[in-house]
């Protein structure tokens, strides 16, 4: 088990686990950085001002479009991609066997949407598709917090967005400030703390128990044939068989 800490500042590499939920997690600071397929690329810009092109130009199967990105937004790119920028430092994780679906979203809301623990908050910033995918979260907890001590069933890499706190395991503590990354391993007994100020944190899960699946999700739930959900009616939904795995890209 293990607790360890980096920097957005500094180069670092953290290879992700357990073997069901392979990752690789980055830090990136400005120039050019290549994000190739196979898999899915998910990304929190801490600052500076940085492009996000999706896809490989005139000669791929997918059309190239560029967006631009500051601090506290946040991406998820599958397939080929890259991010480019001077000033720009984001923590990048790499889902090789995972196919999301594109999507941006930030800034950062400044509390969470989302009850959590202790007086945390929580707000779900890239949601799993379906039930058991990768999921990016931003935490809030406010000044005066004493976490429970818990574990997680996988690891756990985040960035300090903001504020201060300390993480603490039975045998160690550190003190956390904005920029710092932590890497949190499965079933690693830990807690965030604070004292005199809040501290705002965004995590990557690589695994989910929340989401939909083929048979409870609200388009399914809400079409009514004669009064009835299509959720109780097996015999005219679609098999699960028929539905790609990796939709088609643009």
Known sequence: MTLAFYSVQTPAAVTLGPEGYPGLGQTWQGGILELSAPGTHVGFVYQGVTTLTWGRGENSNQRSQ?????????????????????NGRALIITCPTYWGMFSLGGPLEPAGRLAYIDGGTSSLLIPPVLMGDPCLNAMYFPAGVEQTMHTHPSDRL?????????????????????GDIFWISAHQLHRFCTTDSPLTIVVFHPDSEGGFTHRDNPMLRRTLVEGVSAAELPEIQTPIERVSPHPARC
Do not use: H, I
Request: with cysteine; glycine share 20%.
């Open 66 to 86: 560029s967006f631009e990105l500051t601090g506290g937004m946040y991406f998820c790119l599958p397939g080929d991609g890259r991010l480019a920028g001077q």
């Open 158 to 178: 985040g960035v300090v967005v903001a504020g201060a706190g300390m993480v603490e395991t039975p045998d160690k503590t550190r003190q956390v400030t904005p």
